[in-house]
């Protein structure tokens, strides 16, 4: 099930990309050819770009594909490796669980108080701040799961074949 709604929120993110790109197109042409930007480029591009994001991150991090920086735990012994690999994958549930709580809060409260980005088209806000929410929780989600399947195996998910080394 988590992995259904990782893919559907994965191909979400793809899309809110191509709409992006079709909206910088237009507002290009728009001002070059007619003089004239598209209303509302810049509301609805911050909108579309934090659904984008939080709907990516999810697959990211259960394909095992987030930068992490190894500079130490490459040199450190197998065992030292696990207990950073379960603090890496604890930190992350943490965050991403706080990002979702304050997140919903500011969700509820763009829904109450009817908030809309001020422009020359008002879009609302409450569909990126659920974007956010749902994403957030689909990462500590992730996170947890990797971090459950690595105390289980005794090895870490993410290693030089599936990270890029910083």
């Not at 070059?32 to 509301?43: A, D, I, K």
Request: net charge neutral.
């Amino acid at each position: 099930m988590i992995e259904w709604v990782t893919r559907i929120c994965a191909t979400l993110s793809g899309i809110a990309l191509l709409i992006m790109a079709f909206i910088g197109v237009s507002d290009i042409v728009g001002i070059h050819l007619f003089g004239q930007p598209v209303p509302g480029v810049v509301e609805l591009t911050s909108s579309l770009m934090v659904i984008s994001i939080f709907f990516g991150l999810p697959i990211t991090e259960a394909r095992g594909k987030n930068v992490r920086v190894e500079i130490l735990i490459d040199r450190a012994p197998a065992s030292v490796q696990r207990i950073l690999g379960v603090i890496s994958r604890l930190t992350m549930v943490a965050l991403f669980g706080l990002i979702a709580w304050f997140g919903w809060q500011s969700f509820v409260r763009s829904v109450v108080t009817n908030e809309f980005a001020q422009g020359l088209i008002e879009v609302p806000y409450w569909p990126s701040r659920l974007a956010l929410v749902i994403g957030a929780v689909l990462v500590a989600v992730q996170a947890l799961l990797a971090g459950i399947r690595e105390l289980r195996s005794g090895r870490l998910e993410q290693d030089a074949e599936t990270t890029w080394k910083v």
